[in-house]
């Protein structure tokens, strides 16, 4: 008896080569997949509702009598068609109609009809409602469960599909749809079988529990649900046990890589705190093993994920290979560069750079450094991932600030390492994310989190205010900058055009220097060389420049302790992450900051509610919890593109409550791999797009 899955579309009948194809543009491909091709939502078209009953915004199924049509030339030209039946009259509207529909819908038809009631033009009507025209003697009854509705794409009508599936669960009587998950754990959860469950959702009885079903909570959903949730956890533990069956380099504790390690941290002026004591602890245990640490650190804005990061590499070198430190922007990238050059080189270390920006033979001179390994610590951009970049010994990949990288690009290092070896991974991040996120999303990593500031940082006070105080941000500038600290200006913008977007910041700039004569005002943009850019991000580190005009492109990572003030125009604009992500670039010294959320007003409730949230929380992961409510999880990670996050029923917030038990029952799944990669096969099959690993 052939499994589900392994029947084709066309087996169906009315399914030809053609039609085939168009499904398909629905990831249906088997008679399985037609299966859990689930309704979104139900219609009741289980009685025949009398004309006088009717109201105005029900959906109704109706049968009657055509009285009379005409065609209407008002303002656009529609199908007018007068119904009736024993107790009232109905008009049907067809504003697309063709001369045989007018035909057809002529007098003395007996139309069965469903839509939804309107008032128009006549009274009651239904504009372009499904119906069907019933010949003498016909005597259908209506269907005695609710109606399912799908989700189509062109070429397939919702009655053409509805019959499909119908046809596809006709299988279920001979065939099996495959019950993967063991019967004790279905048993202890009290789910039901797979089988009663797409047989129930695609055709529920008229007594369901709609609203329950409309929310995604019914129990036969749920069991779906879970089942999908599983998938996609497996999939996730497969990735990462197909990583660590690879061999990487042991970089256990030394006495040489100790003595470093203590020199580095005595020349810091500041000693770690707990927080990033424990997880370095944490990563150098990784470290010691011969299989790739997958680690991901977050922490929030100013939590110093940088040291961090150069102790893990000097355990790196210490061993005698080469380290990839990858940030997502130019500026970042950057300063991460300057960071680690002035704690390395003192060390005797070699640091190289690699961006897009470095070209011709200077970009020639990095390679030859990286690839014979002299360069022992690499800084750069994604142009670290090209694959020109070959390193003689790379042991170690940091990248900071993943969330704006895609999965396929953190594991594009994997083959960088030498003969067979990979390297080990550590991800850094300041975008909490959610735990529900993190468990679904990242799954396949460990996590250290730095849960602690260093001392004396003090909240950042937050206002909200109107563009209309313009003048009254200005006095602010002014004191703080006399009081010797610094500011930053960000300008976002109205379109999703940088050019306009550095515009704004060029004309910002300009007024300000008028604005605010005895300070001066810097400018840095996306637009600028990166030289150009380097050189006034230097200018204003070191303190010549004090208020400093920038656009997003200071969102991430950029450190200048000394500034303690941030406005950002438009806020409303911007996302949550976004906004805590900009705010985290004061309050990094010891200094009080403050952040100005200047808004064009009129804001909508939507914006309101955004921006108090800001005002009241320094929270990172409570901010997250609220972008993840606000923008859904796609958003958040930024992983829309990479399809990581795309599941066909489950809801990670919805269902979030099934993670627990679903970490729990894919160990237990972990002693049966034949089901757990059916399942995955089931659920993730192609939409895992990192399945080359
Ligand atoms: P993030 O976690 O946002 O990447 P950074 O690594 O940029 O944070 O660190 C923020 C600032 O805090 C930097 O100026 C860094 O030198 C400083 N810093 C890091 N660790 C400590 C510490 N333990 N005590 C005091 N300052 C620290
Ligand atoms: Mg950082």
Redesign the pocket.
Known sequence: MASLNEVPLTQLKGVGEKFALTLSKLDLHSVQDLIFHLPFRYEDRTCIVPLSQIRAGKHVLFEAEVKGSRVVIGRRKSLEVHVRDSSGQVALRFYHFSAAQAKQLSNGSRLRCYGEARLGQTGLEFYHPEYQVLKPGDKHSPPEKLTPIYTLTEGVQQPRLRKLCASALGYLDRHQVTELIPGSILKDLQLPSLQEAVRYLHAPPTDADQHALLEGEHPYQQRLIFEELLAHHLSLLQLRSSIQSKASPAFVATGESETIKNEFLNSLP????GA?QRVSDEIAGDLSHPFPMLRLVQ?D???????VAALAALRAVSHGHQVAFMAPTEILAEQHYANFQSWLAPLGIKVGWLSGKVKGKKREQELITIADGSAQVVVGTHALFQDDVQFAELGLAIIDEQHRFGVHQRLALKNKGKQNTTPHQLIMT?TPIPRTLAMSAYADLDTSVIDEL??GRQAIETFVLPDTRRQDILSRVQSICEEGRQAYWVCTLIEESEALQCQAAEASAAWLNEQLPELTVGLVHGRMKADEKSFMMEQFKSGKIDLLVATTVIEV?V?V?NASLIIIENPERLGLAQLHQLR?RVG?GEHKSYCALMYHPPLSQNGKERLSAMRESNDGFKIAEKDLEIRGPGEVLGTRQTGLVSFRIADIQRDGAWLDTVKQVAQIMQRYPRQSNALIERWVGNRQQFAEV
């Open positions: 500041f000693s770690l705190t990033q922490g804005v100013g939590s110093g994920k940088t040291v300041a260093p001392a990572g450190d302790p985290g990094r």
